[in-house]
């Protein structure tokens, strides 16, 4: 051949590749900094560590993570101190929106939550309904570890002891354990102090290895788990990255990161711990 059409050809397969990597290459985003306020399960489950990458590579936004409790997430986008948030207590989020504070808000996966404890069950509650659980519990005196930091988990804890009509926080009992932390904190405080404890089933399982821990309750119907995604609303803080936070909405919501939640945990624990559920509405899971 040539020597002239070898490097011609030559030329050619470099621009292609170079057309190729800048068209594989995001558009830098006029407004970088995206803050994420989410929930410590999804953080302590491993899920934001597959997710956040995977946006980050797609959108070309850098994302910070700030990892708390819904009750913290929340109290985070009504300051205008976060963009976009991913929490899991409908009832505070439908109070959050009413205050004008989200822009919107999706519905995108949900689990459940489960009592674990100690595996002699002192309190033998092995296979009760929840509500019944949390009675036998308190009749026994046992040992309860519970976040009693104003997450979406702590939430429903005392939602659920209000249903039992109890209230163990009005004289706070010896045997009712107050961590102040976070999920995987609370799972091995209730570990090490061989103490029940609400938890959600993904944060469980992702450390289990580490934990002298059963499931004891599960599967009641008032223990689904849902989580929504939330864009900080920018006519009240006008300089959130609302720009970013659709993008990130959109990018949880779409077909693509739905089957990759929907997969996350099905190798190791031969089975999902999340359902995706964006083709969903809050109706169809009776919320």
């Not at 919107?104 to 674990?116: E, K, P, Q």
């Not at 976070?182 to 102090?193: D, F, N, Q």
Request: aromatic letters at 6%.
């Amino acid at each position: 051949m040539h020597l002239g059409l070898i490097v011609k050809d030559l030329l050619g397969v470099g621009l292609a590749l170079v057309t190729a990597s800048c068209a594989a290459a995001p558009a830098a985003p006029k407004n970088p900094n995206l803050i994420l306020a989410t929930t410590t399960s999804t953080q302590d489950s491993g899920l934001l560590d597959v997710l956040v990458p995977m946006f980050s590579e797609q959108s070309g936004y850098p994302v910070q993570t700030v990892a708390v409790g819904t009750g913290q997430a929340l109290k985070m986008g009504e300051e205008g101190n976060a963009d976009v948030l991913l929490v899991h207590n409908p009832a505070a989020e439908a109070a959050y929106m009413a205050g004008g504070f989200g822009m919107d808000r999706a519905l995108v996966m949900h689990n459940d939550y489960i009592i674990v404890g100690p595996r002699s069950d002192p309190a033998g509650v092995q296979g009760m309904a929840v509500l019944d659980a949390f009675k036998a519990i308190e009749t026994a005196g046992a040992a309860f570890a519970s976040r009693g930091d104003d997450s979406g988990t702590h939430k429903t804890e005392l939602a659920l002891w209000a249903s039992a009509g109890l209230d163990p926080r009005a004289e706070v009992p010896s045997w009712y354990l107050e961590t102040g932390q976070g999920m995987g904190a609370t799972l091995t405080v209730a570990s090490e102090r061989g103490a029940y404890t609400l938890t959600d089933r993904a944060t469980y399982l992702a450390n289990q290895s580490n934990l002298q821990l059963g499931i004891i309750v599960e599967g009641d119907n008032v223990l689904l788990n849902v989580y929504h995604v939330i864009t900080v609303n920018p006519n009240k803080w006008p300089k959130v990255n609302y720009e970013g936070a659709l993008a990130f909405l959109d990018f949880l919501t779409s077909p693509a990161t739905q089957e990759v939640i929907g997969q996350f945990g099905v190798e190791e624990y031969g089975g999902p711990l999340f359902t995706p559920d964006a083709d969903k509405t809050d109706a169809d899971l009776g919320l």
